[in-house]
């Protein structure tokens, strides 16, 4: 593939970074397909790639006197925390705190970014993760994307490593680095604490764009240590606990977003099983948590599904941990 003229800067330093195979595959899909709104994905319908899935559906909620509602729903965002006991967690990672953020869509309404500062700005915590989906629509421009980031990025602690999801573009990489997010694209970092190690590894997006590669991402793994996976969708769950990862984070299922009562979602749009669509899951001896997210997509209203920050606790198993 040919780069245009804009992407040639880009496309070389993305090169050097991740390889020139996986920089001409993402650029050129982001191309091709970015209004595709049946096939191209894991899953044969994309609502988030048609404007008129979202006029239709804010249509009728207005109609029906909802859609005010549905807004304020989407701003009260819950706090969600876990205890994760890892069998390989060193003792010295016991009790680390990880921040998880997911599906920000931070350029989809103006309230969104004061809404998560307001409820992340007191929380305690050793590192943050963000898992993908930080752009409203899923073509066209990033700076509203990235001047939303621009107004987060202060209010969380440094470490901030992250993923891109299906929303998102590598043309955001250059600026999210530069705010000192470190992004993680089928890339590991591994955190030292008195000697020991803890893997952090992180896949690009493998719903969409199916850019993933757990082999290249894993490759850290033969190092003793645990080991925590970082991908915006859970569709890749059963290669991630082949792959040897103690723990699996993720979002991209909004946990639904518009839910029946009870909190049965109406659509997840991922092919998953109900189980990994929210929340706390296991597979094998993985450990797993599907974020709802912190934003919205399509239409930026919640129903029986409210939107979430979590803090995830991480634990050695008792005889580690004396």
């Not at 245009?4 to 880009?10: F, R």
């Not at 967690?89 to 680390?96: H, I, T």
């Not at 998102?168 to 030292?192: C, H, K, Q, Y």
């Not at 991402?217 to 569709?235: I, M, R, Y």
Request: aromatic fraction near 4%.
């Amino acid at each position: 593939m040919n780069a245009p003229a804009d992407d040639a800067a880009l496309l070389a330093e993305l090169n050097a970074r991740l390889g020139p195979l996986h920089a001409r595959q993402r650029l050129g899909i982001e191309t091709e397909k970015n209004q595709q709104l049946v096939g191209g994905g894991r899953n044969l319908l994309h609502l988030e790639h048609s404007s008129l899935a979202a006029s239709a559906i804010r249509g009728v909620l207005r109609l029906t006197g909802l859609y005010g509602r549905g807004r304020r729903n989407a701003l009260a965002l819950a706090l969600h925390e876990n205890e994760f006991v890892l069998p390989r967690l060193p003792a010295a990672f016991d009790g680390l705190c990880l921040l998880h953020l997911s599906d920000l869509h931070l350029d989809m309404n103006e309230d969104t970014v004061p809404a998560i500062i307001e409820r992340v700005r007191d929380l305690d915590y050793d590192l943050c993760v963000l898992t993908g989906d930080y752009r409203a629509r899923t073509h066209g421009e990033v700076a509203g994307a990235i001047a939303g980031m621009e107004r987060l990025r202060p209010h969380l602690r440094d470490p901030v490593y992250a993923v891109l999801g299906n929303h998102d573009s590598v043309r955001m990489i250059p600026a999210f680095e530069g705010m000192g997010i470190r992004m993680l694209l089928n890339e590991a970092v591994t955190l030292e604490r008195e000697g020991a190690k803890l893997h952090l590894a992180g896949v690009d997006d493998a719903h969409f764009f199916r850019v993933d590669n757990l082999e290249k991402a894993a490759q850290a793994l033969s190092e003793p240590g645990a080991a925590v996976l970082l991908s915006h969708t859970p569709e890749i769950y059963r290669q991630a606990a082949h792959a040897g990862f103690d723990l699996f984070l993720c979002g991209h299922t909004h946990g639904g977003q518009i839910c029946l009562p009870g909190g049965m979602p109406v659509i997840l749009e991922a092919s998953i099983p109900r189980r990994l669509g929210r929340g706390v899951w296991q597979h094998g001896t993985m450990a797993g948590y599907t974020s709802r997210g912190a934003g919205t997509s399509v239409v930026d209203v919640r129903f029986n599904c409210a939107g979430e920050v979590a803090l995830h606790r991480l634990r050695a198993s008792p005889s580690v941990a004396t």
